[in-house]
Nanobody
């Protein structure tokens, strides 16, 4: 059974940092991409960042470029999202996702989703 389990969410002040983790299990993720999406209250889920399991390719939403960094530790089957310079508008539930090949920024075709972790940025 494939599982993606997020952790690391919480309450942080604007300008602060958090690191999210996604523990992936249940299958080999070779040739997969893993990524993060988020959903703010009353809004649609949106793409944040993605990385190929090999770690040789990353891409980001424009809204987080330069502030967030995605990385993968294959030995630990973990994907991380380092979030710096957090803004109020980063408040959302953050979801880990996995897809064979390339993750579409639309979220179309995502094979596996985690249940999410809440990030709240306060002023």
């Amino acid at each position: 059974q494939v599982q993606l389990v997020e952790s690391g969410g919480g309450l942080v002040q604007a300008g602060g940092s958090l690191r999210l983790s996604c523990a992936a299990s249940g299958r080999s993720f070779n040739y997969y991409s893993l990524g993060w999406f988020r959903q703010a209250p009353g809004q649609e889920r949106e793409f944040v960042a993605a990385i190929r399991w090999s770690g040789d390719s990353t891409y980001y939403a424009d809204s987080v470029k330069g502030r967030f960094t995605i990385s993968a530790d294959n030995a630990k089957n973990q994907v991380y999202l380092q979030m710096n310079s957090l803004k109020l508008e980063d408040t959302a539930v953050y979801y880990c996702a996995a897809q064979l090949g390339h993750i579409a920024t639309t979220g179309y075709g995502i094979e596996y989703w985690g249940k999410g972790t809440l990030v709240t940025v306060s002023s």
